[in-house]
């Protein structure tokens, strides 16, 4: 036994030192092929006379999950890493984001195209390719390629694989086509089946004993309409083909309207399987049957249709050998074990929007820890590190850089996007335009940003990036409020604002204490019912001190405290910060404002913006303020239905402001012939002229996206709405970092934006003095 | 003793019913819900439609179960009762779904098992091997100034968090020294089969695993000392050396046998615990085990996979404490379990 114990051990230490010290073989003896992270000449720069390896190590905090075909799958949860490789492995799409972020036509893959009026005011946009794009395996991309994807992922087929199975609802067609399982469903069978469930769900309200047998239909059912048909969808070649952009659901007029016509291409195996074919007899695109093929357990005539091709999609969906790539690179290796993914240039890859193709032969994605991977860059275990932010991270990146004599370079641009307090504006104090603005006053911003971003980051007024088009465009016309520190600023605004009161509908009193020591407004009658009355009984929470704040009743009258409950997420350094220069601040105390932290997870604060039981909200709202942050990947700029005073869309009103404004000059303003409300289309100035020059939120995020027609205009809308948004202060944004990709000095011609992220940047890059 | 493990299981199974539900209740208590968090993945394709939104994420709720009350839920979990329409619990093999990986759980935790493995195998060997001698070592040349020595550096190693102890590692071995690489698993790009696989595995293994001997030293030295020591001082060892045994007989043969059996428990343990992945040692090494995705599945709450992981965990538990129990038997003959 001892001598087995004593052999074992010796073999752990003779083989981890052997492994050790074999790593300077290994890189002699592959003939340079791998990267020696024990040895730092061989991943670093080198000396004039040296090669390099032409190979690039792309270090990310983000794991790579496989999720490479489709990263996500149609949701907006795919990890930063997998949307990379994505980014790098398909290719050749029509329409591709440039370096400002904004979608340009890819003239490497479009020949030509053409964007037509058709009589029913539906945008047709003709598409022509070039003949000899080819797949990574040599095969040629046709137009099928770029449409397959179109109708599958529109199909319920997709829908069962957990995708959303709504890439084609921008054109015409969509909802008959997406409603379409197979010539052998009875579809009006069907439809009286959803309208029995429907009914029964109703019934079950009253007596949840009731069965499907209970409920009898009173009207007949319409039948489904459905088609295999997709007629916004034009196959009209080998290399041409249509896509209709619906008019009468909304998609056109729109001011990004030919993004729609952004769409890349796939190995038709891949998104259809076997035995599918994608046809057009002049009708519109379809798929063949057998795409409808039903699974064993498919039970249509209960609406549990389940389809032999969904397992496809699903094995497809994370199988990145047996298909080609179109993009720039291909991928050699994915090894799900380390979460290393390699990939290799793709020789039949023509150029992206630009004429430019890859020159770095190999890209290996690895896995970093935030806690090690500036070791790893300095010892040649990554080449790049991406996306370091905040003061202390950022300082240490540049030390490390000016301590490399030359190995270690950096770019870096400011964030698109910010960190900020978030507002609810339907209830509590936060629902005053003033309090939101006496807050913003009453944090040092500058200083704020100074101290969470070490002075790596900059402080903006409303929720755009400096780098956008259009903020350059008006940059010299904007007039936006600085909000810049100052307690007697917010002061005045609070008094112009009603906060004027004690407790006792007294006139308020500085210096006072007890339930006193804030200001209190006497509430309109209007004001006093919003949000289900909640202001009537509105009162401070996480009340440390002892003293609880509450809305008052004297002589019929409802008197508001200005206690703001604010909850922050943990852990989260500006929520710390929060506490220091905001909640706990003599300023605010001064004024006659408090402001009571409560602090939980994320999800619990999801919960609360999103009022959503499951999610941990009681039921009455509560909180009045958040911090969290936003950010925008592109320069699409899209903010409509946000603001809508249609309750249909409180799911995407995160501030669940009203505006005012829109309420006086609403965008909708007639209705037509079946109630439904209608715009009438108005340019800038006569919408500025005939609302008063008071146009509000939703009139202007609306209007932005769909009555402009041309830049300029676009800009206009754009301008007004930052500086609506300025004066109502839905949020305060607190900083705008800025982030620093380090990376060695081997690769030239690397540079990121923050609509550039490093898999763009990757293209354009090249090795300095690479060995092939 | 097979009527003794067959009741003994039994029991496992009653303890694992009971363990299964107060996790289940535990984390469905915590305000979380997964059928609105997966429908606001499609909140941007839905812009247009939110009632549609709305009818996902009701579909969901039916599909997932979270229309059910908690009870429902956690039978529909082991198998028992359907939810919607569908028997898809453990019973049927359905271990649960990782929404953070879109796979389901045990897929997602192969991988990091195996490299969990891999590496504790190694370091249990290791810290063994090292710990035992050195604890009788010390034990035998007990008051010496090595014992001594010995002694103050176990307790600084024993002392200092992992973290510590990895990260000052990391500086000294990988950016000072660099022997070893700062953390992944294997050279970035490689494509190495066999032998060269292996032995490049081991370098991205080196470093993680002398932090963990390292760390692990202290305690089981000192462990194995006092067990030793004890058996030292017993009549028996007095009897064997006034036999005139040599030594090492008495030492290895006669006295390592009485000591070995409060060992047992704590090496066999360290065996179990080869599942059980390292959270600091992983994350600050960048390893793919079951630490690191234990974390994330808590951190992103990815409940199904925390689940399937804590019921995997009970499991390894109790088969432990019944294979203790056992062993003991076969170590000390006085110990005997027949009933």
Redesign the interface.
């Known amino acids: 036994m001892?001598k087995i114990?004593?052999f074992?051990?010796a073999a752990?230490?003779v083989?981890?030192?052997?492994?050790?010290c074999?790593?300077d073989n290994?890189s002699s003896s592959?003939g340079g092929?791998?990267?020696?992270?024990?040895?730092?000449s061989g991943s670093g720069s080198t000396g004039d006379g040296e090669k390099n390896e032409n190979?690039v190590?792309m270090g990310n905090s983000t794991?790579l999950?496989g999720?490479f075909r489709w990263p996500?799958?149609?949701?907006?949860?795919a990890g930063a890493s997998d949307q990379d490789i994505g980014r790098l492995t398909v290719g050749h799409a029509t329409m591709a984001p440039n370096q400002g972020g904004a979608y340009v036509w890819d003239e490497t893959v479009v020949k030509e195209h053409t964007e037509v009026e058709d009589e029913n005011g539906n945008l047709v946009i003709t598409i022509e390719i070039n003949p000899g794009l080819k797949f990574s395996d040599g095969t040629e991309i046709k137009a099928e390629n770029y449409l397959a994807y179109l109708l599958a992922f529109s199909t319920k087929i997709a829908q069962n694989a957990?995708h959303?199975a709504?890439v084609g609802?921008s054109y015409v067609g969509f909802n008959t086509f997406a409603a379409y399982m197979g010539e052998d469903v009875d579809y009006a069978a069907l439809a009286e089946y959803r309208a029995k469930a429907a009914a029964l769900t109703a019934l079950q309200e009253e007596n949840p004993d009731a069965t499907m047998e209970d409920v009898v239909l009173e009207e007949a059912v319409a039948p489904i309409t459905a088609t295999k048909e997709f007629s916004g969808i034009r196959l009209l070649g080998d290399y041409k083909f249509s896509l209709t952009i619906n008019a009468a659901?909304?998609?056109y007029p729109y001011y990004f309207a030919n993004t729609y016509g952004a769409v890349s291409p796939y190995p038709m195996a891949q998104v259809l399987g076997e035995g599918v074919e994608l046809k057009d007899d002049g009708n519109g695109c379809y798929l063949s049957e057998s795409w409808y093929e039903k699974a064993a357990d498919s039970n249509i005539e209960e609406d549990?249709a389940t389809f032999t091709k969904t397992d496809h999609l699903t094995k497809a969906r994370y199988d990145v050998s047996t298909y080609p790539f179109s993009g720039p690179y291909v991928i050699k290796?994915w090894?799900?074990?380390?979460?290393?993914a390699?990939l290799g240039i793709n020789p039949e890859y023509a150029g992206n929007f630009e004429g430019v193709k890859p020159q770095i032969k190999?890209i290996?994605y690895?896995?970093?820890?935030s806690?090690?991977q500036l070791?790893?860059l300095?010892?040649g275990?990554?080449d790049i590190i991406g996306g370091i932010t905040g003061g202390e991270d950022t300082k240490d990146v540049l030390d490390a850089i000016e301590a490399s004599d030359g190995m270690l370079t950096e770019t870096h641009y400011q964030r698109s996007g910010y960190g900020k307090i978030q507002f609810d504006c339907d209830f509590g104090p936060t629902m005053f335009q003033e309090v939101r603005q006496a807050v913003a006053y009453l944090l040092n911003r500058a200083e704020f940003c100074q101290t969470f971003t070490g002075g790596y980051g900059v402080v903006v007024d409303g929720p755009y990036s400096p780098d956008f088009d259009m903020y350059k465009a008006v940059e010299d016309e904007i007039e936006l409020i600085a909000y810049d520190y100052s307690p007697d600023n917010a002061k005045k605004v609070l008094e112009e604002g009603g906060w004027i009161y004690n407790s006792k509908g007294e006139p308020y009193v500085e210096g006072a204490e007890g339930v006193d020591a804030v200001r209190y407004k006497k509430l309109t009658a209007e004001e006093a019912a919003a949000t289900n009355g909640v202001n009537k009984t509105y009162s401070s929470v996480a009340n440390d001190d002892g003293i609880t704040y509450q809305t008052v009743e004297i002589n019929g009258e409802y008197y508001m405290p200005l206690a703001i409950n604010w909850f922050g997420s943990q852990p989260n350094d500006v929520t710390d910060l929060l506490t220091t220069t905001l909640s706990n601040n003599d300023a605010v105390k001064t004024t006659g404002m408090v402001i009571r932290a409560t602090q939980g997870d994320f999800?619990?604060l999801r919960?609360n913006i999103?009022r959503?039981p499951?999610?941990?909200y009681m039921g009455v709202p509560v909180y009045g303020m958040y911090n969290l942050a936003t950010g925008w990947p592109t320069a699409v700029y899209d903010y409509?239905?946000n603001w809508s005073l249609d309750p249909?869309?409180f799911?995407?009103s995160s501030n669940k402001l009203f505006d005012e404004y829109d309420k006086a000059y609403p965008y909708y303003d007639t209705v037509d012939a079946e109630g439904n409300p209608t715009h009438t289309k108005k340019t800038y100035e006569e919408a500025v002229a005939a609302s008063g020059d008071k146009l509000g939120m939703d009139y202007l995020s609306m209007a932005m996206v769909y009555d402009a027609t041309t830049t300029e205009e676009y800009n206009h809308w754009w301008m007004k709405y930052i500086e609506r948004w300025n004066e109502l202060m839905p949020d305060i944004p607190l900083y705008s970092n800025y982030y620093y990709d380090a990376y060695n000095s081997k690769i030239e011609n690397f540079k990121t934006s923050p609509f550039w992220g490093t898999a763009q940047a990757l293209v354009y890059a090249n090795v300095a003095n690479a060995a092939d | 003793m097979g009527k003794y493990v067959a009741k003994r299981l039994g029991y496992m199974l009653v303890v694992m019913l009971i363990l299964s539900l107060l996790m289940y209740l535990v984390y469905a208590m915590i305000?979380?819900?997964r059928?609105?968090a997966e429908a606001d993945?499609?909140?941007?394709?839905?812009?247009?439609?939110?009632?549609q939104?709305?009818q996902?994420y009701q579909n969901l709720r039916k599909d997932l179960g979270?229309d059910q009350n908690v009870i429902t839920r956690y039978l529909g979990w082991v198998g028992v009762v359907p939810i919607n329409?569908q028997y898809k619990g453990l019973l049927q093999g359905n271990f649960g779904y990782s929404y953070d990986?879109?796979k389901p759980a045990q897929e997602v935790l192969v991988?990091p098992m195996?490299?969990t493995i891999f590496i504790n195998i190694?370091a249990t060997?290791?810290a063994?091997?090292?710990t035992?001698p050195l604890g009788i070592f010390c034990a035998v040349h007990r008051g010496g100034k090595r014992d001594t020595f010995i002694q103050v550096l176990t307790i600084v190693g024993y002392s200092i968090p992992i973290f510590i102890t990895a990260?000052l590692f990391?500086?000294l071995f990988?950016?000072q020294l660099?022997?070893?690489?700062?953390?992944?698993?294997?050279?970035?790009?490689?494509?190495?089969k066999g032998m060269?696989k292996f032995?490049?595995?081991?370098?991205y293994?080196?470093l993680p695993?002398?932090v963990m001997t390292f760390s692990s030293l202290g305690g089981m030295t000192r462990y194995v000392r006092a067990s030793m020591t004890e058996a030292l001082s017993m009549d028996c060892i007095r009897t064997a050396r006034a036999k005139g045994l040599r030594e090492k007989v008495v030492v290895?043969s006669h006295a390592w046998r009485n000591a070995l059996i409060p060992v047992i428990t704590l090496v066999i343990g360290w065996f179990i615990g080869i599942f059980s992945g390292s959270i600091m040692v992983e994350?600050?090494?960048?390893l793919?085990g079951m630490g690191r995705i234990y974390i994330?599945a808590l951190t992103n709450?990815d409940f199904e996979v925390v689940l399937l992981l804590q019921m995997f965990y009970v499991m390894v538990g109790l088969l432990g404490n019944l294979i203790i129990d056992i062993a003991y038997g076969i170590a000390d003959p006085r110990i005997r379990v027949n009933k």
């Open positions: 001892k114990l004593c074992v051990l752990v230490l083989l981890c030192c052997f492994a050790s074999n790593s290994q592959q092929d791998s990267s020696s992270q024990a040895d730092n190979k190590i794991d999950s999720d996500g799958f149609g949701s907006s949860s957990g959303s709504q609802q659901g909304g998609y549990a290796e090894d799900s074990g380390t979460k290393q390699t190999t290996v690895i896995k970093l820890t806690e090690t070791e790893m300095k010892t275990g990554t999800t619990n919960g999103d959503n499951s999610m941990g409509s239905y249909n869309y799911v995407y | 305000p979380f819900d059928a609105r993945k499609f909140r941007e394709a839905y812009k247009q439609n939110p009632q939104l709305e996902v979270t329409g990986y879109n991988e195996r490299n190694f060997i290791l063994l091997g090292v035992i990260i990391i500086w990988a950016v660099r022997w070893f690489p700062v953390s992944g698993m294997k050279t970035p790009g490689s494509d190495y060269q032995l490049d595995e081991m370098k293994m080196a695993l002398i290895y994350n600050l090494f960048g793919n994330n709450k």
